[in-house]
Nanobody, 124 residues
Framework: QVQLVESGGGLVQPGGSLRLSCEASGRTFSSYCMGWFRQAPGKERAFVAAIDWSGRGTYYADSVKGRFTISRDNAKNTVYLQMDSLKPEDTAIYYC?????????????????WGQGTQVTVSS
């Protein structure tokens, strides 16, 4: 069992930056692939970024490539999402998720554990 707690969301102006954190409980964090998803009002949950267990493999949605960076610190049981050059269309609830699979996946239903989400609002 893994419990995930996100933090770092908030209100930011267009062009600004935020860093989301997701802290996991449990001793097996380093064996999971980790992902970030987001859900805007009236839309389905969408893949944002994912990272493999080692931290060396990452994958991004086209909409955030070049602006967002996912990373992890296995010693701290934490995964991060650095978000730069934020746009109003990035406004959503952001969720982190853990996947017991060994390869990065982008489909929400393949993830085994989810956090409660953190709100990110990009507005002037």
């Amino acid at each position: 069992q893994v419990q995930l707690v996100e933090s770092g969301g908030g209100l930011v102006q267009p062009g600004g930056s935020l860093r989301l954190s997701c802290e996991a409980s449990g001793r097996t964090f380093s064996s999971y692939c980790m992902g970030w998803f987001r859900q805007a009002p009236g839309k389905e949950r969408a893949f944002v970024a994912a990272i493999d267990w080692s931290g060396r493999g990452t994958y991004y949605a086209d909409s955030v490539k070049g602006r967002f960076t996912i990373s992890r610190d296995n010693a701290k049981n934490t995964v991060y999402l650095q978000m730069d050059s934020l746009k109003p269309e990035d406004t959503a609830i952001y969720y982190c998720a853990a996947d017991r699979g060994v390869v990065i996946r982008t489909t929400a239903r393949t993830y085994d554990y989810w956090g409660q989400g953190t709100q990110v609002t990009v507005s002037s």
